[in-house]
């Protein structure tokens, strides 16, 4: 996989033959991204298989359970982390022996890695309906081919826009503190030849109130049954906005991505090191000993959300009926 954390100054490849060196590659964001992170998992779970000496199923079994609660423990608010997981767990359950478990769950971490590119070239050609020619699309974090195998989920229908023959323009928040939007979406977008225009966090209500900004499209970390959307910080920030200036918002998932369980009291926001505040990079940029609230992700309700992109179709309000079709069609 490639380093994130070293982006955009170097692009290094990292290889890893152990499943707690990815569980150390996501804990660190060298991997990131919620379909990133899914798959990786996934990854990580079939190189466990290879890495016990289990002569016996319920011996392998037993360790994969062990090398899974590790790899879950990495980052607790991306859904996609756990079904990555759960389904090469399931795979190697329904396996008859060690040989046909090792098999099986490579084959299907391999299965997995490329139906996200297909899932996402589909989400990318639905949400493209949505987009005009000469429109500015605004976009927060990260959610291009670096958070996902490939492609991206909203840079993907910002992408399917552009290939459709639409002439647009991308406004990206530098989306701080680990600075997604600088260091990775402008990176992708500018290697892609698209317009993109870079913007301080704290200049999304300025560009929405003088007009530079028509539509806005954000990737998602877990999205509930509800249409409550939990993205990268500063998301819920740019929806009030946007339905302050009356600028649709858009947010591109795949159904991985879908959390159809859980309510919003369940979730747990993952709460980051405070150093990520304290400078950036490796420059100190706050008072030594000054407290810090860092929480990676927020919650944006369904009132600001004017359509849900899938690989399967758009959701529109009211969320609770339209997901629920999105799922029975599917
Ligand atoms: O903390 P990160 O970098 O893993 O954040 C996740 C994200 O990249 C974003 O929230 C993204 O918009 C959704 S994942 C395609």
């Not at 899974?68 to 997981?85: D, S, V, Y």
Request: aromatic fraction near 6%; glycine fraction near 8%.
């Amino acid at each position: 996989m490639i380093d994130q954390t070293k982006l955009p100054n170097v692009l290094e490849y990292v290889t890893y033959t152990d499943y707690n060196q990815v569980a150390e590659a996501i804990r660190t964001l060298v991997v990131r991204g919620a379909p990133a992170i899914g798959v990786s998992g996934a990854f990580g779970l079939a190189l466990a298989a290879l890495q016990s000496d289990a002569k016996e199923k319920d011996e392998l079994i037993h360790y994969l359970e062990n090398a899974k609660k590790i790899l879950f423990e990495t980052r607790p608010t991306a859904i996609n982390l756990a079904w990555g997981l759960e389904k090469i767990m399931d795979v190697a359950k329904n396996a008859d022996d060690v040989d046909q478990i090792r098999t099986s769950v490579i084959g299907t971490a391999k299965q997995m890695a490329d139906e996200d590119i297909q899932i996402n070239m589909s989400m990318g050609k639905n949400g493209s309906e949505l987009f005009d020619d000469d429109d500015t699309i605004m976009t927060h974090c990260n959610a291009g081919a670096l958070a996902t195998v490939g492609y991206g989920t909203a840079l993907g229908v910002i992408r399917a826009t552009k290939e459709s023959g639409k002439n647009i323009k991308v406004i990206a928040t530098e989306t701080r503190p680990v600075q997604q939007g600088s260091r990775l979406t402008a990176f992708e977008l500018m290697h892609d030849g698209i317009d993109v225009s870079l913007i301080p966090d704290t200049a999304v209500g300025y560009t929405m109130a003088n007009g530079l900004v028509n539509k806005i499209v954000v990737g998602a970390d877990r999205i509930l049954r509800t249409g409550h959307v939990y993205n990268k910080i500063g998301t819920y920030q740019v929806a009030t906005m946007a339905k302050q200036h009356n600028i649709p918002f858009y947010v591109a998932a795949p159904l991985s991505t879908f959390d159809m369980k859980s309510d919003p009291q369940d979730i747990i926001i993952e709460q980051r090191k405070a150093s990520e505040v304290t400078g950036i990079g490796d420059k100190k940029t706050a008072p030594d000993g000054i407290s810090v609230i860092n929480p990676a992700f927020d919650m944006t309700p369904p009132e600001l959300i004017s359509g849900i992109i899938t690989e399967k179709g758009i959701a529109k309000p009211s969320f609770e009926d339209s997901i629920k079709k999105l799922f029975e069609a599917n």
